[in-house]
């Protein structure tokens, strides 16, 4: 477990870092298209890790590149946006934390790993303590937006497994280049057909996208993909619960926004849940 411990610190900052999309998207790119900034945040940084490692993906590593760009980048954003669009924050949020759970049974179904107890029970006390979070006793519930949700879980937590099982003859760094160039030019015709045309970039538009995109994708999916080929997918997936807990500590150091007795609780019960992915892997 100790020698696993730097790998774990090293990839739970991706998640972390995934926790501030949110007050960046409001506060920093007010008045652009969710899916146009999700194809500013995933094709730019793709194409400058490739001019960096000067490396395309040969033989059937083109078809991989793209369907895992596709899993983890186009399906997984898109549906998001679609969960986001149609549900409260709060229930779009415990809807896509079945992730972790998902891939506990994609993992034992695609790599043979071991099904335990403890890694399902992480999942669940992990999903609860988003559920304390970010849900509230108003929130309503759309089919739509709960299936968009689910689908999007699904595509990310497949998209975790095969990135485990199809591992790449080459650097985590040029494994993320593929992933985000081609789930960029996956966004493309999307943005096209769907989305209104991109407002001028202000000095704060820029900043926000240097974040989302320098930051909050070259750099912390090559910290992503680094710690699924070294750590169980459950493991790893477990961490994304890391998300919605900063989301919600940002707001309240920056924003102003109350953080009540159930949401420390849901604090705590994340934390659990990862420590107990983490002991269902020894």
């Known amino acids: 477990m100790k020698r696993a411990l730097p790998d774990l610190l090293l990839t739970a900052i991706a998640p972390i870092v995934w926790g501030s999309t949110y007050i960046v998207s409001t506060e920093f790119l007010a008045g652009f298209a ?23 993906p040969t033989g059937v590593w083109w078809l991989r590149a793209f369907v895992l760009g596709a899993l983890n980048i186009s399906i997984f954003l898109s549906m998001l946006f679609v969960a986001a669009y149609r549900l409260p924050g709060g229930v779009a949020g415990t809807v896509l934390s079945a992730q972790p759970l998902i891939v506990v ?9 071991r099904l335990r ?12 303590g988003v559920a ?3 849900l509230t006793p108003s929130a309503a519930l759309d089919p739509v937006g709960v299936a968009a949700g689910l ?34 030019l996956l966004l493309v015709p999307v ?21 989302l995109g320098l930051v909050g994708a070259a750099l912390t999916y090559a910290l ?8 169980a997918p459950p493991v790893v997936s477990s961490l994304l619960f890391l998300s919605p807990l900063t989301a919600v500590l940002l707001g309240w150091v920056f924003l102003g926004q109350a953080l009540n007795l ?19 892997s020894h």
């Open 132 to 134: 304390l979070l970010v």
């Open 224 to 231: 992503w993909f680094r710690g699924i080929a070294k750590l």
């Open 191 to 211: 943005v096209a057909l769907l989305d209104p045309a991109l407002p001028v970039p202000t000095a704060s538009n820029l900043l926000g996208l240097a974040w």
């Open 105 to 113: 049974f994609l993992a034992a179904a695609l790599l043979s790993v």
């Open 151 to 184: 689908a999007g879980a699904l595509s990310m937590a497949l998209g975790v497994t095969l990135s485990r099982k199809w591992q790449p003859p080459v650097s985590p760094l040029a494994f993320t280049a593929w992933q985000l160039t081609a789930g960029g």
């Open 34 to 56: 969710p899916m146009t900034v999700a194809l500013l945040r995933a094709l730019p940084a793709g194409l400058l890790l490739l001019a960096i490692v000067r490396q395309l």
């Open 262 to 280: 159930a949401q420390i609780a849901g604090i705590a019960l994340v934390i659990g849940s990862i420590w107990l992915s983490q002991r269902a």
């Open 117 to 128: 107890p403890l890694a399902v029970a992480g999942a669940l006390v992990g999903m609860g």
